[in-house]
C-alpha cells in the first residue's frame, strides 16, 4: 500500500509539499470541492493551492445550502464573500465601487474546485453560492496547464485562478502588495513538469494508458521548459519527431 500525504492526500512520490511556500495574501479562499474532484489527485490543484494560502479551508460536497462551515462563514460581517464565477455583472479588480465595497472587511472568495459539468451541478443545488456576488478576472489569461485540456481557452486552474485574483488585488490595492504570489506557480509549474515526465516514461515502456482516447496510440509530450522565481530551470524537454506515435500491442 502507498504512503499517502497527508496534507495534500498525494501518494509521497508525487507529493509537491516540499516545494510549497506560504502566501499570506490577505485574502481567504474558500475551495468548494466536489467529491470526485477529492478523489482525484493527479491533476488537481485545489490542495496544493490550500497548502500554500494560510486560513484557506476545502469543504468537500455536492449541496452547500445546509453546510454549517459555510453558512458561519458567509454570516461573518468581517468577510465580503464573493463567488469566483464569469459573468458580465460580476465584479472586478477594477470595476468601479469594488475597492469601496470591500474597504473594512475581508476578502473571502469561493472558489467552486471540481469540472464545469459538475461546478454546474453543484452551483444549480446550492442557492446560497449562487446568490453571492460574482468576481470574475479583470485580465485575459490562458492555462498553463499542458497536461490537461480546459474546456474553453479562458479557463484556469484553481491554483492559477488564486494566483491571479492575488496579484490583480494587489495592483489595484485591494489587499497588501507585501506577500509574493509567485511560489503558488512554481510549485504548479513543477508538478506539470513532473507529470509530463512521467507520462513520457510510461509512454517509452510501453505500458497502456488509462485513458480510452490514449491508451494504446501514443506519443511523447513536449515538456515545456519554466523558469523559477528563483531563477531555476526545470522541463525543457521536446521529442525530435513529433509526428512519430508509439503503437502498444
Partial sequence: MREICLKCFRPLSSCFCKYTKTVDSGIKFVFLMHPKEAKRQRTGTGRMAAASLPQSEILVGIDFTKNRRLCELLS???????????????????????????????LLVIIIDSTWFCSKKMLRMSPNVTAL????????????????????????????????????????????????????????????????????ERIESGVPGTHAIDWKYTKIKDVPSFTLSDGTQIGGRKEADQGSRKVIK
Fill in 76 to 106: 461573518d460581517p468581517s468577510y465580503y464573500p464573493v463567488l469566483l464565477y464569469p459573468g458580465k455583472d460580476a465584479w472586478t479588480s477594477r470595476k468601479e465601487g469594488f475597492a469601496q465595497s470591500v474597504a473594512g472587511k475581508k
Fill in 133 to 200: 456576488p460574482k468576481l470574475s478576472f479583470a485580465g485575459n489569461y490562458r492555462s498553463i496547464f499542458t497536461f490537461k485540456h480546459e474546456p474553453a481557452e479562458y479557463c484556469v486552474s484553481t491554483i492559477e485562478s488564486c494566483y491571479y485574483i492575488i496579484k490583480e488585488m494587489q495592483e489595484a490595492g485591494i489587499v497588501s502588495k507585501d506577500a509574493e504570489p509567485e511560489p503558488l506557480m512554481d510549485t504548479f509549474k513543477r508538478m506539470i513538469v513532473w507529470q509530463l515526465e512521467k507520462e513520457n
